[in-house]
């Protein structure tokens, strides 16, 4: 069976994400060696919940799951530090703390997702509820087209609503909304019904829509900043989701024609990403002699997708997020470490754009980088 592709994997983590919030249990704030740590679920806890709850075949079965899940970027440890264990660490979904990576190949997935959970979030104008279609069945969680449009543009999403349009097609053309009654494939500024593709019936566990055997084990079949382009096969597959299956053998009816510019789209309207640190450190403060970060000298050496790692901030830059399976991670950066230098080159005063230059400039980069002592437990 071939390994799922990145945007099914998107799909799934963010069901699974959904599944796990309805559990209060199991995604919550948590305290450890006097860190709070906001968000966030235990490794073992989790493993049980999916074993209880039928998602998976065993505990090894629930560690190929979510150490897939792991790889393509949608959780990861809270530090980085551990790949999925069935132990007492706290790992986190990207989404809920900002790190959720955001790649220009595959971004309209992202954005849809995001989007989708700020909709849910939103009490003062809320988009989707309970509808009767036109032959009076009942709809959960669906929502009108002018609607859709009119929250795009009320929260600065897009600019107007031809934007806005374009934006539903988009989210339309790659298969994570879907029209209620009809399988119209285009979008218009109407009264036409839609639904999320995360808020349908799921009828398959995990480890069938990742494609997983009891045999699987953890493996790399993927990079979370690999590049990907949808193709006819991969559309079909996620069309038949809307069915609630998976199974190979079972028909399937909707096939879409893909659009050529689906990966277009204005810089403006990607999600951004929520600062990692708790608040802003000063060039001050780090370079005090009473200062609780220490120097570390990493060397990472790029590989053919790159270095594997996010910086932001103006002055100083910190990590904002690590590719757990990119260099970066394997020369030991991880998230909150402040940039001192590149190549020898001092770098604390300078915005993360600068920063990136520098180390853009080569394929092997020497780092200082300063890391708080409690990250290093």
């Known amino acids: ?37 906001a968000c966030c679920f235990i490794g073992h806890e989790v493993v049980e919940w999916l074993v209880r709850n039928s998602e998976v075949t065993s ?8 150490r897939l899940l792991q790889e393509s970027g949608i959780i990861h440890h809270v530090c980085d530090d551990h790949i999925v264990k069935s132990e007492y ?15 220009t190949e595959y971004r309209f997935y992202h954005q849809a997702i995001m989007i989708h959970q700020r909709i849910l979030g939103d009490s003062e104008n809320p988009l989707m509820e309970m509808r009767l279609s036109t032959d009076e069945i009942k709809s959960e969680k669906c929502f009108v087209a002018s609607s859709f449009v009119s929250w795009l ?8 609503r031809y934007a806005g349009q374009i934006l539903g097609q988009q989210f339309l053309d790659i298969l994570v909304i879907r029209p209620v009654i009809s399988d119209s494939t285009d979008f218009f500024d109407d009264e036409t019904l839609y639904r ?14 990742l494609k997983l055997s009891d045999d699987d084990k953890a493996r790399s079949m993927m990079n979370a900043f690999k590049k990907f382009t949808i193709n006819d096969t991969d559309k079909k597959y996620l069309s038949k989701f809307w069915k609630g299956f998976t199974d190979d053998n079972k028909p399937f ?13 204005d810089d403006e309207f990607l999600p951004t990403l929520q600062p990692v640190v708790v608040r802003e450190v000063t060039v001050q403060e780090l370079l005090n002699k009473e200062s609780p970060y220490y120097w570390k000298n990493i060397r ?21 997020a690590v ?18 230098s590149v190549n020898g080159k001092i770098v604390l005063d300078m915005q993360h754009k600068e920063v990136a230059k520098e180390i853009m400039k080569g394929i092997v980069v020497d780092l200082v980088a300063l890391q708080h002592f409690r990250s290093s437990h």
């Open 153 to 160: 543009v009320l929260n600065d999403i897009v600019r107007d």
């Open 1 to 37: 069976m071939s390994p799922p592709s990145i945007e099914e994997v998107l799909i799934i983590g963010e069901v699974l994400r959904l599944k796990m919030h309805k559990d209060p249990s199991l995604i919550k704030d948590r305290r450890y060696h006097l860190r709070n740590y």
């Open 300 to 320: 990472i050496t790029s590989d053919l997708v790159g270095y594997g790692f996010i910086i932001r901030g103006n002055g100083p830059c910190y990590v904002q």
């Open 59 to 66: 505990v090894a079965n629930a560690l190929a799951c979510l």
């Open 196 to 209: 999320f593709i995360f808020d349908i019936e799921w009828e398959s566990p995990l480890h069938r829509l």
């Open 323 to 340: 590719d757990p399976t990119g260099p970066a991670a394997a020369a030991g950066l991880k998230v909150r470490m402040y940039i001192y």
């Open 89 to 103: 660490l706290f790992y986190r979904f990207r989404i809920d703390d900002g790190t959720f990576f955001v790649d």
């Open 253 to 265: 009816d909707v096939s879409l024609e893909k659009s050529d510019d689906f990966t277009k789209h």
